[in-house]
């Protein structure tokens, strides 16, 4: 079935909590068609500084289905000015600078031996939990879309995991929906402050995993880290915590999993990712650009 008939206007709204009759017509739409590979999710654009209607159709009715798509275009001819263009044409514009994002607010992820960079696992080739982007960011600068560019692969590994979120809210919801209500708790999940050389430099950010974006739609703040979260000591989300555990543990339908290779991208609703550990050689410095927005994706005309 080509994705053209399945667009963003026949997309239902995520359900209301209690309306059991858009919960099934959601659920149904969403089981309908999963993507089996990352090549599902792929979408070839020629120009990416101005892609065609086209081209930005078959990104949105893979955005529409599963909150996610992947580009692929002419390395030579893409930049950090690139992204920042593709992100404008999907109604991206608010930037979240974190303290270590390069001066333009679009961050380098490569492997940075020594410094405060080093600290961090983005900026390490270790391997990366399942999280969301951003969050430990302050519930009123929540991250609704990410994009993602390689430049440059690593000799070997660096392999990304992707799961719709709205998955893992209806299979949860699915088995029992007292899980979802559990990790909608605004309390949920507290990331600890976070302090530099003995001061404050973040105070603790206390939230829920799941919640509504300004526009309805779902919006997951989680990290698989064992560190540095801290779940609430409440029965039902710490079982609805280790469900959700196991959940991304089973490789559900719908999970794909692939390697980003130079000239690749993906543009997302900040849905759950992670990667495998990675080895470089020479001139194969994995390099990617990242790009956090505030904004959500919006649709083209
Ligand atoms: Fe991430």
């Given amino acids: 079935m080509p994705l053209a008939q399945h667009t963003m206007d026949s997309a239902p709204p995520f359900p209301e909590p209690g309306d059991r009759q858009a919960w099934r017509r959601w659920r149904d739409w969403k089981r309908a068609y999963l993507p089996l590979s990352m090549g599902d999710l792929l979408v070839e654009i020629g120009n990416p500084l101005n892609p065609t209607r086209s081209e930005c159709r078959a990104v949105h009715d893979r955005l529409a289905r599963w909150n996610m798509a992947l580009f692929a275009c002419n390395p030579h001819v893409f930049d950090k000015e690139a992204l920042r263009a593709l992100a404008g044409k999907f109604g991206l514009h608010r930037l979240d600078s974190n303290w270590l994002a390069d001066d333009d607010g679009i961050t380098s992820l490569t492997v940075r031996e020594g410094g405060v960079r080093g600290e961090f696992i983005p900026y390490t080739n270790r391997a990366i939990r399942w999280h969301t982007d951003g969050y430990y960011n302050p519930m009123d600068r929540q991250i609704h879309a990410l994009l993602l560019y390689c430049e440059r692969s690593a000799a070997y590994g660096g392999v990304s995991g992707l799961f719709d979120h709205e998955l893992a809210w209806l299979y949860l919801h699915e088995e029992d929906p007292t899980l979802t209500e559990a990790l909608a708790q605004p309390d949920a999940l507290t990331i600890p402050a976070r302090y530099e050389d003995g001061r404050l430099a973040r105070r603790d950010i206390v939230g829920p995993v799941f919640s509504r974006s300004p526009s309805g739609r779902l919006h997951m703040r989680y990290t698989m880290r064992g560190r540095n979260a801290h779940w609430k000591p409440d029965p ?7 469900r959700l555990e196991a959940l991304l543990a089973s490789h559900p339908p719908g999970m794909v999993h692939g390697r980003l290779e130079a000239g690749m991208g993906l543009i997302c609703r900040n849905v759950l990712h992670e990667r495998t550990a990675f080895a470089d050689a020479p001139g194969h410095e994995r ?15």
Avoid: N, T
């Fill in 236 to 242: 039902d989300v710490q079982r609805a915590r280790a």
């Fill in 287 to 301: 390099l990617l650009y990242r790009a956090r927005y505030f904004d959500e994706i919006v649709a083209v005309s």
